[in-house]
């Protein structure tokens, strides 16, 4: 356990995940949500939050003037961030340290940062004294709930000091206080947002201010102007700690803090409770209220806490599993579920939530609280165009507007409708839905679903070009592919891929769950769509297909992009994602595309969502080309995207592959250091450009908003576990990975219970599904009755596979190893990887600069062709390496790893290769090198198995006995 | 020396203000600028910039995500803030310190900040080196250029690491990173601006992304990554200057920061150089082109430096005083020019500069460079609508908008049109102007210029209500008092004063400066001018004159406000200066003003704009009632508000009060620490509300945009030096302060050099002028020659005045004080204070609750209660102060001011005063601590002077008793 990063918990039945330590994962967060806020807590103390009034406000900021921001990816600015911290002063010696480790970064004897599904806890022991610190939130106020337990473990009495400070920050420079209320007993800062016009100052009227710091106890002492608390000796060691008192004076114009002083007396083993209230309000009565309310006692405060951790545990969702992997069970019974909650619950907490976002949110909601995913569905509808687009953003208020990003035409909202519409009818079996009327916004003009859907079908199908693609605008899913279209010419061969998998939903919706007469009412149109659909594939295949993979689309000036004249932005996953789910691929498409997934956009991380990444302005592509490389769309594990693929995968029973893409998202202790995360959370992107900037593979995002989850949790429950429902039916069809040799899956569906146990066995040949001795031919349960409890077992055929290959082809530079490894790998379909790929900027400089590698410069280098060699073998793909191999102990690296293995050399003379070097271009190796690579060479001995080849030959000759070698063997 | 707090200094003719520790005056700021850019430098070592592209836009940020802000009043966060840091490292001891003081604050053997007029420069001395850091700009460049000179004073060779450490901070969420560039040999930091829609991707292609930062040689390692710097240690200790070396990495999508090493080995008396240049650039060819320009030599950087001198000298202006106060002349000479210049040489960087500030600004530049009063008048002009209403600001280009503030309708603008106009005229008698024809913004009419005036003054005449007052509507030179008149209804006396005035000016413009054909022409419409500016102050009078002072405006629903009915806001400057220019008050309603200015708005940090600052809204008066109390329009020492008064005081020969605005406006020695400024430019504010906060009043805030400078000039050139043009005529009517024997002016006027000696005589009853033994009559030079020299005397005669009077009116609480003290102050016009007013809020809740001060509580009210009579006392004011004086050496503080002084005691029974006191409402003295007052009365011995009176009588009995004891003396 002490050698974990971090480590999965259940206490009371539920989830928490603990870092001992605050220097391992310094970004480390976790987040709390209700209706009205959203907070992100750092491991260290570090904190932001914001609330809705009804646009998104702060009452803590940054000390400087902040911009209207909430979290950026990264959270590159922590050290400048709003913290709560809490200073302690023993009182008999004058040490002090902060807890939990901001700002003082004082050595603790122990510390636990634990992430609980509805509050986050500290634990850290100094000088025998047990200080447990937990935030929690209410159900639907504007409030942090803290409460500090003090426990002496000394055998004396302690006399301590903690002084919780709490940031406020610069609030406004139009007016900004702050003192020490004698009613309320804490510290209440004002101010006045600042603004110009008339008209404002009405509108601000219902702003909330105020923020107050306000404990269940009166302080000794109290600080509030935050330039005076620090003084000269800064946060990490503030002056005015230094007297034994705080100062007792009011702010006036001056940057605001929240800091009580109160001390304590402990007797040996006494324990002290210290709770406080931190938050936003309009007006001191507002406050004396809250604080009545929560603060009137102990058991109260305690009680707001249960009720809030019984709010967040309504989304607890409708599976739960039991699998092999304890940390996977524990995220998706636990962490998975809130993260799906949250973004359903709430959507993101904006008043103007992106259409796309707002359906695949209200997606995932169908496995925690299908009826909201109802009401959404038809709330989108009922902002639809007559023409049957649909608007960037759902307005969620009368006051709300289109904002930012939503100003901007994107084309693929409409897809998301029968999506939603799908996966909510096959849970639900709600046909009356199709049949609900509602209005347009544009029109006075009420239909029922099915039109609305029927029109936004037909919208998806008109808003193509000559060639039957779709138009892009400016832009697609990806937002900041904006340039693409803008001229209006420009079309995407994802969009119109996902168009084809939406109207084929839509067609399988209209087939499932209308009646009779209606599907006869509507029979040539789903015809037509069909056929549409079909077109739509039939096309993007006849347009962007080159030969290995699908294109990313073509540009306003014709231009095929994401195809292999590209330098930069070569391919992209969501089309081959999409060409699968739309069954544009064939399977032997998919098998090209797979090889190049691992080839070009795999990682140890996760799947890139593009690559190589761009590093410079494409203006026929747009915005995600201007990002930094392999930084959110630009070609990061950008997880919606990931997830896309992922939930491909399991639709073509790729189940390893799949559920490697599920595993790979979350945080993981291998990587831990890399990612920087805890598993409490999917964030938005992991950094990809794994071969431009390997250093930064991996980090991540830290922003926990992301389409991903919802797809997360279908995949699981739906790939997976293989249960979903269709028509009167709940398929079973469970896709567990090959390494898994059983499953216990507990679903609520339709008012049922379904406890199904899976295990694999040599004594079946396919699935076989049973219940109560009963065998299920076709593997599914009809007319299930809510209330009831079903168990079912399934048996599955235990897989026999063999080991995936891999074939090194080594030698000196020069040899000819990565034309004969692309050869080779070509021949058979494997992966092939380079080695010299996986070298760092400076590797590649100190290389051209002229001087050899050392072994420690090849440190890296050599764990990161592991780490990708391991990931592939997770993946089973076989694959073929190019590799200089010069080394016996190099060589020996590779005949662990699970493979196998076939080290292939290339024999060839000094001066046959001085020859050739001297002739290549744009290859970063010093020719001058070459000596220092034969005097590096031990040649393979004949122990090691090493099929040694005259590579002085045509590569045709070369692969030829190779290939006869190996057959050989 | 020692004991300033800052010292003024002359070196080669050119003014620097040198402080002495980082610690008295930590917020204490110079600023340099060009035409294209302009930064304010701290001290300690922060520094924020700004440049523009056209608007404005940085390059060195905040280490999080800033706001688009450039400095903020009172830079409350500037721990927070952007700096150029110098961390040096001892090599042979490893030991640290940062120059000059942050982000370490290490103790240093001694520092100087010493800010010139076209630099800023730190001399630091440790171990035995001495330090010179440099800043200075270049003349139309957006570059910083930095010096490190070293000297080492040892007897040893020393060893150290220099490492600029400049901040470039959070950039953009899009994209951002730096590196090392290998050509320029510098650290390249690069961000894309963010955005979203397509139009502004083309709109962002001029901008300045890149920040770069080049040394003069070659760093011997680098970080620009700022989170790996600063590391676990932070800024104050970063983790990676514990290694050899920097870590040589490049920063992808992580805050950059510009950190070099440079390696020095000094021998003993060594001097070395490091030049450093920074500062924003579109692209990499524009960085190498700036490093040929700067870096090619060291003998080119100077130049570089030199030409900026050269350039920021340009403005020392045209007028050049040797008075008996050195620290004025050195402002007046150096300082004033400089800031004049400033503002009106680039507008405060601004693309639409208000109107107001525009033009007062001008105003500015007539004696700097009359053609730019000229092109800016004209340049306003063409912006006039043809209703002769002016634009809410001037647009300097085309792509300008009228943004923030200057979307708010104000009403005020066309008043600054002829006040400009005149000032232009007075100097530089150039009367084609009047002639210049010009268009309108929204006709295709083109008018002569004096056409603009005529219908800018008939508009200011039209927008005036029923009772012949001026409309404000959202606003008039006071932006917040927005809600004023909003609904239409509401009005401005000082507009209405002010309209009075401008008009006058105009009159005086056409009567002076017009042919006299071209005066017979408009003769009617110029009587008709005057008869309406008259009716003005008499409307002001009828509604606005409350008995002593002139009300603010009448709100919206028919209120007067800014009146004695008015517990906050009872009193506004404006309106009783501009009765003084516009001639609205007569004499004794002069003198009835000036008792309440001095009662009610002055202060030892100047003179408040309105008092008491309000604490809560006030709907019918608007924003400026929101901001805090004592900050910015709300009630602090607003000095733009401030010159109005000082220059009307000259204009009404109150020589002694209109100086001490001047003095009082500058930062001096006495009040430093509360001011925390340096004396190299005016703020726009000093913190006011000094009865209500009286720890913070005087405070700076630092900002140097304001319109205060202009009318600054204005009033030394004219008033104090008493040196204005008129017609083809230099006035020549010196306005020196009492205490001032002679005064020497050098003046450039319409290209002739006037030097003038005015020295104060007693054998002179008036003012004798005279040249070459030649008398003027009516003290004026006619038909001044350009190019000629002009010796011209003047003799004053001496004033003999009397001392001004303090009568203390004492006793202990409750035995009449106040009553008799304002009775005795109205009866004479003196000033009346009440000590009791100078308790702070502590002292007032001491004695509420029942406990007494000590004479440590007492200290720093009293103190309060001198420097208020010191200021009396420069202002020569005659006073009544209620005082309780029990004490003997309490009344003795008095006796060495320098006033004449009485001191009346109030004798009365403790019987007869613990009736009163239980009867008195709102006053914050316990009755139960009037014993404690008894015992610790020390009656007045006999030779103490004081006049005892029998207190237990009717005020009338008192007052006639008192009166006639002091006629017995």
């Known amino acids: 356990m002490a050698s974990n990063t971090f480590n999965n918990e259940l206490q009371n039945g539920q989830a928490r995940i603990q870092l001992d330590s605050p220097l391992t994962m310094p970004n480390a967060t976790s987040f709390l949500w209700n209706s009205q806020m959203v907070a992100q807590i750092n491991c260290r103390g570090y904190m932001t939050a914001q609330f809705m009034q009804p646009e998104p406000a702060k009452y803590s900021y940054a000390p400087n003037l902040e911009a209207k921001t909430f979290i950026q990816p990264e959270q590159p600015y922590y050290a400048d961030h709003p913290g709560r911290f809490f200073y302690i002063k023993n009182e008999e010696t004058g040490e002090l340290f902060s807890a939990p480790y901001e700002p003082m970064r004082i050595e603790l004897d122990s510390f636990s940062f634990s992430a609980g599904t509805s509050d986050v806890k500290w634990v850290i022991h100094k000088w025998n004294i047990e200080f447990t610190i937990t935030l929690s939130l209410t159900q639907d106020k504007v409030v942090e709930l803290w409460s500090v337990d003090i426990v002496n473990n000394n055998k004396q009495n302690i006399h301590i000091s903690i ?75 503030p002056s005015m700690l230094q007297q034994p008192s705080l100062e007792n004076k009011t702010a006036c114009y001056e940057t605001p803090v929240g800091v009580q002083q109160f001390k304590k007396i402990l007797v040996p083993n006494e324990k002290q409770q210290l709770n406080i209230i931190f938050g936003p309000a309009n007006n001191l009565d507002e406050i004396k209220q809250v604080k009545a309310e929560l603060l009137a006692s102990k058991a109260q405060f305690s009680q707001k806490k249960q009720e809030y951790s019984a709010y967040i545990h309504q989304g607890k969702g409708s599976i739960s599993i039991t699998s092999p992997d304890s940390d996977f069970d524990q995220y998706v019974n636990h962490w998975l579920p809130r993260q799906v909650f949250y973004h359903g619950d709430v959507n993101r907490l904006s008043t103007d939530p992106q259409t796309r976002n707002f359906l695949q949110d209200a997606m995932g909601m169908i496995y925690i609280a299908p009826a909201v995913t109802r009401e959404r569905l038809l709330l989108a509808l009922s902002q639809q165009k007559f023409s049957g687009a649909m608007p960037d953003g759902i307005l969620l208020s009368e006051d709300a507007q289109l904002k930012y990003i939503n100003q901007v035409p994107h084309t693929d909202h409409c897809v998301w409708l029968s999506i939603c519409l799908q996966a909510y009818l096959d849970e639900t079996n709600d046909i009356s839905i199709l049949q609900e009327t509602i209005g347009y916004s544009d029109s006075a003009e009420i239909n029922t679903v099915k039109t609305h859907l029927d029109k936004a079908m037909e919208w998806l199908l008109d808003a193509t070009d000559e060639r039957g693609l779709s138009y892009i605008e400016q832009g697609d899913w990806c ?171 399991y639709s073509k029973g790729k189940n390893d592959l799949a559920f490697d893409v599920l595993k790979r998202m979350l945080p993981n202790q291998k990587s831990a250091k890399a990612q920087g995360q805890l598993p409490v959370f999917v964030p938005n992107y992991y950094r990809g450009a794994y071969y431009q900037h390997p250093h930064h593979a991996g980090r991540s995002s830290h922003l926990f908003n992301t ?188 005949t662990q790893l699970g493979f196998e293995l076939t080290i292939v050399h290339l024999n060839v003379s000094e001066n046959t290769i001085a020859t050739r070097l001297a002739q290549r271009e744009n290859h970063f190796f010093d020719p001058n090198l070459l000596s220092s690579q034969f005097d590096a060479l031990e040649l393979p001995s004949e122990n090691e198995g090493v099929i040694s080849i005259n590579a002085d030959k045509s590569l045709e000759d070369i692969v030829r006995q190779i290939n006869q070698e190996i057959s050989n063997d």
Chains 1, 2 share one sequence.
């Open 163 to 237: 002084y919780p400070c709490f940031s406020i920050g610069y609030m406004s420079w139009m007016n900004q206080s702050a003192t020490f209320d004698p009613e309320l007993l804490g510290i209440v800062a004002t101010s006045v947002t600042p603004y110009q016009k008339v008209e404002d100052y009405f509108n601000n009227q219902a702003l909330k201010d105020l923020t107050y710091m306000i404990a269940d106890q009166t302080p000794d002492s109290w600080c509030c102007n935050l330039l005076t608390f620090r003084g000269e000796g800064g946060m990490h060691n």
């Open 479 to 649: 937002d900041p592919m904006n340039m693409v279209g803008y001229k209006g010419k420009g079309v995407s061969a994802w969009l119109s891929l996902a168009s084809a998998y939406a109207i084929k939903c839509w067609v399988y919706v209209c087939e499932t769950y209308l009646s009779v007469n209606e599907q006869n009412e509507c029979k040539t149109q789903m015809q037509e769509f069909m056929a549409a659909a079909d077109l739509l594939n039939l096309q993007v295949n006849k347009y962007c297909w080159n030969g290995d993979w699908f294109a990313r689309g073509i540009t306003d000036d014709g231009n095929l992009f994401g195809t292999k004249t590209d330098n930069e932005g070569r391919i992209f996953l969501n089309p081959q994602s999409w060409a699968m789910l739309s069954n544009a691929a064939t399977r032997q498409q998919y098998e090209l595309i797979n090889k190049q997934i691992f080839e070009q956009l795999a990682t140890p991380y996760g799947v890139t969502m593009l690559a190589p990444s761009y590093t410079q302005m494409r203006e026929d592509i747009g915005r995600v080309t201007q990002k930094s490389a392999g930084v959110s769309e630009n070609g990061s594990v950008y997880n919606h995207a990931a997830m896309f693929y992922g939930f491909a995968l």
């Open 707 to 894: 389409g991903t989850v919802a797809w997360y949790l279908r995949s699981v429950v739906e790939g997976l576990c293989g249960l979903k429902g269709s028509g009167d039916d709940l398929l079973i069809q469970p896709q567990l990975p090959s390494h898994w040799p059983s499953l216990k899956v507990q679903r609520q569906f339709r008012g049922a219970n379904i406890e199904l146990d899976i295990i694999k066995s040599d004594i079946v040949k396919q699935q076989v599904t049973t219940m109560n001795g009963f065998v299920f031919k076709d593997n599914k349960l009809s007319n299930l009755q809510a209330g009831h409890n079903y168990k079912v077992e399934v048996l599955l055929p235990t897989q026999k596979l063999s080991l995936p290959k891999l074939t090194i082809v080594m030698g000196v530079s020069g040899c000819g190893k990565t034309a004969v490894g692309e050869r080779l790998a070509k021949d058979q379909n494997h992966v092939f990887i380079d080695a010299d790929n996986f070298h760092d900027m400076d590797a590649k400089q100190k290389m051209a600069s002229g001087t050899p590698l050392n072994d420690e410069d090849r440190k890296p280098w050599l764990a990161r062709i592991m780490q990708f060699l391991t990931m592939l073998l997770d993946n089973r793909q076989s694959c073929v390496l190019a590799y200089s191999g010069l080394k016996k102990q190099h060589r020996q690296l590779f």
